[in-house]
């Protein structure tokens, strides 16, 4: 046995040092992290602002308008403090401040930028905030709006005011509502050799036609010019309502643009003024100018008196309810639908079903409400979180489900068993049908001189294989399992809305509705929003007004989830994909850009999945 040499004096002096100098490198930087904890703690409450008499609430967020965070509220707060928010305003925080505005004493007026407000894929959502101006302005108090430039889903919530000023230099566009998309079967099948097999149930479902049409069939055309020339009519409605103006000549207006905008001498603002759907054409500083006559000057901020809409949230507080009342729950599920656990701002079969058994497992829980804003996904993912809705119904817990933008396909699958459905008439539902999608890339791989060959115990061994041809036989194995999955939506959507089969299969063959069609065929049973869900859920749990609280069920996240939640793996795939395809080094719209990311971000989780079941409905604005 060799005995070992003990180390040096100098090595050991050496080693202790660094020790010591490490261990006073770790003490400093933990330090510095209290430090700078506590000095944004004492900025922030030392710059939390005095609610005082004549104060208008200013909302500008420049942000996307979301049902959750994407990072989740705690992630959120984070970025705020460091000055990288990540542009997201909840529908819920909107709807908080503006109810608590309508009520509040020191609040004189609201004063809103529109035109900083993204909106999502729908007009749902948008009708749901613009209801809630219409309530402020109903209540007596005045609400403003100013823009730089408005589109057609930002003037829906400037509408709403007792006076929109628009930029001199800005414009108003109004085109009416579209539904196109990218075809890929020339570019996927004939030019890179790629055989896209889809199987599906549905004359209507038109999810995936894209990979194997170069147009959208006559029936999807039919289908979606139904539904959208509802929702169109619809906002015209809404917008000639509150600005005075008749539909019909709204409608005119826009379809004679080209003569309005030359009697305009081509200024789009002056035609928006022509047409009274501004009231005047005012600069941001001329607005502000307005706003100190008509409010008291903020000797600070040399403007206004005002407050913006984070600091008035901070301000009111959680004003849901008492803290340990009975509670109505709300579960977020928005998103595509996805198996597993998803983070915040996805729907994962499992990480949803586990929010909704937390719900129901909480003693205080007494209704549930299941906020749903998803064109569907993954058949057993949709289906692990209906059997949850179902058990909780099963445990004397009312379930209400309200809509947001789209509750198509998986998302109406995940809806159909609450004791109540509410939705906006816009609201983009049905799509109640099947498919699956494959690739397989023999041809690829000859061009390449690359050839896959084997053997297998049974005909089945490698069937599924992207590198051989698709085996027909197969392929009815893959059919017949569609069929049965259609089968199973219709008889659980016929059970769930005390319906037969066939009624269900005549109005389901992956047909899209507005909330207003799907009403009238007994999809849905009350229109309304978020609101009106919670108070329809206390209502049937017989709770109450005011003395109930509501009760937002989100999982919370980790540190390490906190970081990696600003980095989208779904979204570097896809990109990933763009660059392989040389579609990468085109200039295109941004927004074409966008649709072939998701696109072939789908088709990639469909070549890494194939097979998968999907009740998808691509069917957003």
């Not at 049902?67 to 000055?83: K, P, W």
């Not at 817990?397 to 159909?416: E, K, L, Q, R, T």
Request: hydrophobic share 45%; net charge negative.
């Amino acid at each position: 046995m060799v005995e070992q040499q003990k180390p040096s004096l100098i090595y050991r002096f050496v080693r202790g040092i660094w020790r010591s100098v490490n261990f006073l490198r770790l003490l400093a930087m933990n330090l510095l992290f209290l430090l700078i904890v506590f000095v944004i703690g004492a900025v922030v409450l030392s710059e939390r602002p005095e609610l005082r008499q004549h104060t208008a609430l200013v909302i500008a967020p420049e942000a996307k308008l979301v049902e959750q965070y994407s990072a989740g509220a705690g992630a959120m707060a984070v970025r705020r403090a460091f000055g990288q928010a990540g542009k997201e305003v909840q529908l819920r925080d909107l709807l908080r401040a503006l109810d608590a505005a309508r009520t509040d004493k020191r609040i004189e007026r609201v004063v809103i930028r529109p035109d900083l407000i993204q909106a999502g894929g729908g007009l749902a959502q948008l009708r749901e905030v613009a209801t809630a101006l219409r309530q402020v302005r109903d209540s007596g108090k005045e609400v403003i709006a100013y823009a730089d430039n408005l589109d057609q889903k930002s003037y829906l919530l400037a509408a709403q005011a007792n006076t929109i000023y628009l930029n001199p230099t800005g414009s108003l566009t109004m085109q009416g509502l579209a539904n196109y998309r990218l075809y890929y079967r020339e570019g996927l099948q004939d030019k890179l050799g790629v055989d896209v097999q889809l199987f599906r149930v549905g004359t209507y479902k038109s999810a995936a036609e894209p990979y194997i049409l170069d147009a959208a069939s006559p029936d999807a055309k039919q289908a979606d010019l139904y539904w959208m020339s509802d929702l169109w009519q619809r906002y015209l409605v809404d917008v000639g309502k509150a600005r005075g103006i008749d539909p019909a000549k709204l409608a005119a207006d826009i379809d004679d643009l080209p003569d309005g905008l030359k009697a305009a001498d081509g200024d789009m603002a002056k035609w928006a003024l022509n047409e009274h759907l501004v009231d005047a054409l005012k600069t941001g500083d001329e607005v502000e100018d307005i706003l100190e006559k008509k409010g008291v000057v903020d000797d600070q901020l040399h403007s206004f008196r005002q407050i913006d809409l984070d600091a008035y949230l901070a301000r009111i507080g959680n004003t849901d309810g008492p803290l340990g009342a009975d509670a109505v729950a709300v579960v977020v599920a928005s998103g595509e639908i996805s198996p597993g656990r998803q983070p915040p701002g996805s729907i994962g079969g499992q990480s949803t079903a586990e929010l909704i058994a937390q719900a129901r497992n909480d003693e205080h829980t007494k209704a549930l409400v299941l906020r749903v804003d998803s064109p569907g996904g993954e058949m057993f993912a949709s289906e692990q979180i209906r059997r949850e809705v179902e058990l909780t119904r099963n445990a004397g817990i009312p379930v209400v489900v309200s809509m947001g933008n789209v509750a198509a396909s998986g998302g109406y699958w995940i809806s159909m068993n609450a004791n109540r459905i509410y939705a906006d008439p816009s609201t983009i539902t049905g799509s109640i049908g099947m498919y699956a999608l494959a690739m397989n890339a023999p041809r690829v791989l000859d061009k390449l001189g690359v050839h896959s060959d084997g053997v297998g115990t049974t005909r089945w061994a490698g069937a599924g294989d992207p590198t051989r041809p698709l085996d027909p036989a197969f392929g009815q194995i893959v059919q017949t399992s569609i069929d049965h999955g259609y089968a199973q939506f219709v008889g659980k959507v016929a059970r769930a809305r005390d319906r037969t089969p066939q009624q269900i299969d005549a109005i389901a063959q992956g047909r899209v509705w507005s909330g207003a069609q799907a009403k009238q065929r007994g999809l849905i049973d009350d229109f309304g929003g978020l609101r009106d869900a919670i108070a329809g859920a206390a209502e049937l749990a017989h709770l109450s007004k005011g003395k109930y609280r509501v009760s937002y069920v989100e999982k919370p996240m980790t540190a390490l989830e906190h970081f990696f939640a600003g980095f989208d793996d779904s979204s570097s795939r896809a990109h990933a994909l763009l660059a392989a395809s040389g579609l990468g080094t085109l200039v295109l719209p941004e927004k074409a850009q966008d649709q072939i990311v998701h696109d072939l971000d789908w088709l990639g989780a469909a070549r890494n999945q194939p097979f998968a079941i999907e009740a998808h409905c691509m069917c957003g604005l």
